[in-house]
Structure formats: C-alpha cells, structure tokens
C-alpha cells in the first residue's frame, strides 16, 4: 500500500499470521485473499503518528481480532491493502487459479503417463522409483507440499 493512501478512516485488509503458520512471530502478515475469508482481518488508519513506512490501525473486523495482542497496533504499510481493492484481488486469485488449475492438470497428466511406463515394463508403482520421481518429489516440496504427508 502506497502512504499517500494511508489516511485516517481508511478501512484496510492485513492476515492474521497465526491463521496460516502457527510458529510465526508476527501477528499481522502480508494480506492474502482466502475465499472463506480465513485469517482476514480489517482494520481502520488511525491518525497517531508512526514510524516511517508503517501506520497504525485499529482492528474492528475479523475472526481472528480477538487474538491480537492488543486492538490497535503499528503496522507496516507494506502488509496492508485497501479494503476497496478485494474485488480487484479476488478476480485476480480466480484468474491465477483457473491458469495454476491447469498446469496441475497437464502435471498430473504426465504423472499418469510416467506410471504407465513404469508398471509396462514391471517395475511397479511409480512411487517405488525414487531416482526417477525424485525431479516431481522435489518440485512439490520446494512448493510447500512435504513429501513425507504424500502416503498420508
């Protein structure tokens, strides 16, 4: 978010960091748009003085404002968005999901491809080839999926 859009009674979005990843030290987490509105929280530019680059809020919507340390904090621009801009980000998730949908569906295409090879020539499931799958196995996990949650 830009500072010149930063004035007092500016409704804006951040995410409860807590709601995504547990461990974090922070609180309040660049915001990401969530179709059920997991982890949104909105908030309200207050007009006390801040820190360069940062601003503060006064939190007043959110499933997750009651696990705030406190009601009003200092924020750094740079998490918020304009409340006015989630349809705008919302049609970019939709348009980003349905190009992100596609390549899995070509991925796993390929997958099924590689599987049929394997079990043409006996040498059984795919899986079982951990030199040969290793190229997709690391390519999930640098994509956040752990290997190890695969046979859950």
Known sequence: MKKSDATP????????A??????????????????????????VIRSKEASPGHVWVKWIEG????H????????????LVLQSDKASI??????????IKEKMKE???????A????????LGPLANLYDASSPLVDAMDNAGWRSSSWGC
């Open 9 to 16: 009674g500016t409704k804006v979005l951040a995410s409860y």
């Open 18 to 43: 807590g709601a995504y990843d547990e461990y974090s030290d922070e609180q309040i987490t660049e915001y990401r748009y969530d179709e059920d509105e997991y982890g949104d929280l909105v908030g």
């Open 63 to 66: 499933e997750y404002v009651g």
């Open 68 to 79: 705030l340390d406190e009601d009003e904090m200092e924020v750094d621009l740079k998490l």
């Open 90 to 99: 919302e049609q970019e998730f939709k348009n980003v999901s349905k190009e």
């Open 107 to 113: 991925a796993g295409k390929l997958v099924k491809e």
């Open 115 to 122: 599987n049929a090879l394997a079990k043409k020539a006996s």
